[in-house]
């Protein structure tokens, strides 16, 4: 049995914590009740992500089957992960989502598309990326009366990404936590609040309202000054007339390219990857993408 999950971008801008988008750059993850139990892990973090019990899909595994009050089948279970780790693209988001989904299926447990939410969110700690992860697209996620909920945002057709991948920087989101403020001014709030209504309408509807529609005043000039090759990048694509923002903690960049106003080629040291948001979310395959 084989998940694929998309990697996501949160935030976007002003949208902290609530708004983020899936993008074509997946995860296949294989649950293979035939053969021996082991972990296996190649691409991004091999080598340095664990492979026993403590690797985060198993654990996102054995959390659902717990839940479930269920038991899993001795499998292997095999990674291969394109999602660079601690760039703020949803790594982890893609663990937690490829275990739940792989172990709801292996349980027959059935879970309905907000309970799979809630359990991710749980496990994870970040309702954007899971919430992405899980439905594809663009989506707001927000905690209700009921529990975290998500709801889905169609992005534009004519929205061309670029994701910038810093091969040297890294940013662990614990760090990119510290750094907050627990307070922030009212006119900041207000501002980022405008700001993040403003971006749903331009992500699905006006793009050209793009370049400000994404200007944020709560994490993302909090954070770039701790990775400087990143907060170069950033403030060379701003003066170039290119809308960027932080891809989730960073530092990692998202780009919105348009006529006339593409990334540059930026050398070594970074990955430029021209993507389309990813259409839907986490899934079982048949066979490998």
Not at 36 to 59: I, K
Not at 224 to 236: C, D, Q, S, Y
């Amino acid at each position: 049995m084989r998940v694929e999950a998309p990697a996501t971008v949160a935030n976007l801008g002003p949208g902290f914590d609530a708004l983020a988008m899936a993008v074509d750059l997946w995860n296949e993850v294989e649950a293979d009740t035939d053969a021996a139990p082991a972990v296996t892990v190649v691409g991004e973090g091999a080598g340095e992500l664990p492979e026993d019990a403590s690797n985060l899909v198993f654990r996102a595994m054995a959390w659902l089957a717990r839940e479930a009050g269920g038991s899993l089948p001795p499998f292997a279970l095999r990674c291969r992960n394109r999602i660079p780790l601690e760039r703020g693209l949803g790594s982890s988001a893609a663990a937690v989502v490829s275990g739940l989904v792989l172990a709801d299926r292996l349980l027959g447990t059935g879970l309905d598309p907000d309970r799979l939410l809630e359990v991710a969110v749980d496990i994870e700690g970040h309702p954007d990326n899971v919430a992405a992860c899980l439905r594809g697209g663009a989506v707001i996620a927000y905690l209700s009366r009921s529990g975290w909920r998500a709801e889905p945002l169609t992005p534009h057709p004519d929205l061309r990404l670029a994701v910038l991948i810093p091969e040297h920087e890294r940013f662990p989101t614990a760090d990119a936590r510290r750094v907050l403020p627990r307070e922030v001014p009212l006119a900041d709030a207000a501002f980022n609040a405008g700001r993040a209504a403003l971006a749903v309408l331009a992500l699905t509807e006006r793009p050209a309202l793009l370049p400000e529609a994404l200007e944020d005043r709560l994490h993302q000039q909090r954070r770039l000054p701790l990775v400087p090759g990143a907060r170069a990048l950033f403030e060379e694509l701003r003066a170039a007339g290119v809308t960027v923002c932080v891809a989730g903690a960073g530092p990692a960049l998202l780009a919105f390219e348009s006529d006339g106003l593409e990334v540059p080629d930026l050398g070594p040291g970074w990955r430029v990857l021209r993507l389309q948001p990813a259409g839907k979310g986490a899934d079982v395959r048949d066979e490998p993408r």
